[in-house]
């Protein structure tokens, strides 16, 4: 790994070590850009079917929606395009906290699909033909299944806020087989500044027949927060890091700057491997809002975060097909 510029990545680098020193103050746009190909630590050949390298001066709105609904309600936390909580420059993704003159919070959130129970749904009592309650849905812009999936970007520096790279399916939890609904996919979570947590693999929805499994694997009978301690990664937030998930048939294999992290899961007990098509996320979001705490409730750390013009900047998002090994 050369400034977190994974060794997946580095094949694409057409100038050598001038271009991990560019990278950091700009993004890869221009200089690493894919050209199709790369391949896995161990020989495995990949072939690039989908990215998104923040090449333009304005969010490609043909890749990215804003997800504004959080379980059929409108989100106050989640920033619109009206906020400016997102900018394109120097082949950047930044994603701004930003406080509203009315003292609201907000922080975006970026998708290339649409969970299914976001969506509002139709009062009965306003319906005037049919039964079906929700709206007409917006159209996916991008699902895939299997391969690898990778995010370069920067923690965000100050506490108050979150950042993820993560995937979902439109049906998360419809049906108990997870293979079916297909499972949240937590690539990379950051609750503190430069600390992620341990990979996460959520299915069956969010209630009683809630389904979760972690790299490294949890111990059974060991609390959260003590896991999540003894596991979290430490980085720091100057440098860019990489963060990848190897999506297979049999399995989930994690990658932190190119290398391998934690065991290969999804084959052990109460673990399960999505077999359907799903969406990419990349989020922020302002702590507490979840809870209902509002704003003007003196939040100290929001304060703090959206005064210094706090960012989680994104350099690429890059989807591969698995292909074959380099010897074949």
């Known amino acids: 790994m050369?400034?977190?510029?994974?060794?997946?990545?580095?094949?694409?680098?057409?100038?050598?070590?001038?271009v991990a020193l560019s990278a950091n103050a700009f993004g890869s746009c221009g200089v690493t850009q894919p050209d199709g190909t790369a391949a896995l630590p161990d020989g495995r050949k990949l072939k690039l079917v989908w990215s998104d390298e923040f090449c333009g001066d304005r969010l490609d709105e043909s890749k990215w929606s804003y997800r504004t609904n959080f379980w059929g309600n409108r989100a106050h936390w989640f920033a619109t395009p009206e906020d400016n909580a997102v900018e394109v420059k120097d082949g950047l993704l930044h994603l701004k906290l930003v406080k509203r003159p009315d003292g609201q919070f907000v922080s975006p959130q970026l998708q290339t699909g649409e969970l299914v129970w976001d969506v509002p749904h139709i009062s009965s009592?306003?319906?005037?033909?049919?039964?079906?309650?929700?709206?007409?849905?917006?159209?996916?812009?991008?699902?895939?299944?299997?391969?690898?999936?990778?995010?370069?970007?920067?923690?965000?520096?100050?506490?108050?806020?979150?950042?993820?790279?993560?995937?979902?399916?439109?049906?998360?939890?419809?049906?108990?087989?997870?293979?079916?609904?297909?499972?949240?996919?937590?690539?990379?979570?950051?609750?503190?500044?430069?600390?992620?947590?341990?990979?996460?693999f959520l299915a069956n929805g969010y209630g009683a027949d809630h389904l979760g499994f972690r790299v490294p694997r949890k111990p059974k009978g060991?609390?959260?927060?003590?896991?999540?301690?003894?596991?979290?990664?430490?980085?720091?937030?100057?440098?860019?890091?990489?963060?990848?998930?190897l999506w297979e048939p049999d399995g989930y294999t994690l990658y932190i700057d190119g290398k391998q992290h934690g065991p290969k899961v999804g084959g052990g007990?109460?673990?399960?491997?999505?077999?359907?098509?799903?969406?990419?996320?990349?989020?922020?979001e302002?702590?507490?809002?979840?809870?209902?705490?509002?704003?003007?409730?003196?939040?100290?750390?929001?304060?703090?975060?959206?005064?210094?013009?706090?960012?989680?900047?994104?350099?690429?998002?890059?989807?591969?097909?698995?292909?074959?090994?380099?010897?074949?």
Request: proline fraction near 5%; charged fraction near 25%.
């Open 286 to 328: 302002a702590k507490w809002y979840r809870k209902k705490r509002m704003t003007g409730k003196g939040v100290p750390e929001l304060e703090a975060a959206a005064a210094a013009g706090d960012e989680f900047v994104v350099d690429y998002v890059r989807v591969y097909d698995l292909v074959s090994t380099l010897s074949q």
């Open 125 to 200: 009592k306003s319906q005037t033909t049919g039964f079906w309650p929700l709206p007409k849905r917006e159209k996916p812009k991008f699902m895939h299944r299997y391969g690898y999936y990778e995010c370069r970007c920067r923690l965000q520096k100050m506490p108050g806020w979150w950042s993820a790279f993560w995937m979902q399916t439109p049906m998360q939890g419809c049906s108990l087989d997870p293979r079916l609904a297909g499972i949240e996919h937590d690539i990379m979570e950051s609750f503190d500044p430069g600390e992620v947590l341990p990979h996460a």
């Open 269 to 284: 007990e109460g673990e399960a491997v999505s077999q359907t098509d799903e969406f990419i996320l990349v989020t922020t």
């Open 2 to 18: 050369i400034n977190g510029i994974s060794v997946l990545n580095w094949r694409f680098c057409a100038f050598g070590a001038a």
């Open 222 to 245: 060991i609390a959260d927060a003590e896991y999540n301690k003894a596991n979290a990664v430490k980085l720091d937030t100057v440098e860019f890091h990489t963060f990848g998930l």
